[in-house]
């Protein structure tokens, strides 16, 4: 499975941002989509997933704000952003799990947020 992520850049606090993640590959077995983030000098940490089902999960610092999505026939994920803070900066990266527990990561593309 590779996995391609886009739309990350500099963006004013109380702004938005959209992220999809293009999937390609042997993605029939992928039954989890989702998004991290890393910011420096901190742990990488989720973000949102999205099970083949349609349920959502989210971290409880950005309920409310983010919302992930998916395009079936594009095989794309979307991580839409607002209400951004500064603390939401970070290299955010998509990822898909396969139900054999293998999870494939993104690139990673910048999120900053300024104050």
């Known amino acids: 499975v590779q996995l391609q992520a886009s739309g990350g850049g500099l963006v004013q606090a109380g702004g938005s941002l959209t992220l999809p993640c293009s999937a390609s590959g042997k993605i029939s077995g992928v039954n989890v989509r989702g998004w991290y983030r890393q910011a420096p000098g901190k742990e990488r940490e989720l973000v949102a997933t999205?099970?083949?089902?349609?349920?959502?999960n989210y971290k409880d610092s950005v309920k409310g704000r983010f919302t992930i999505s998916r395009d079936i026939r594009k095989n794309t994920v979307y991580l839409q952003m607002n209400s951004l803070k500064p603390e939401d900066t970070a290299v955010y990266y998509c990822t898909a799990k396969t139900n054999y527990e293998k999870m494939y990561w993104g690139q990673g593309t910048q999120v900053t947020v300024s104050s």
């Open positions: 999205i099970l083949n089902n349609g349920i959502t």
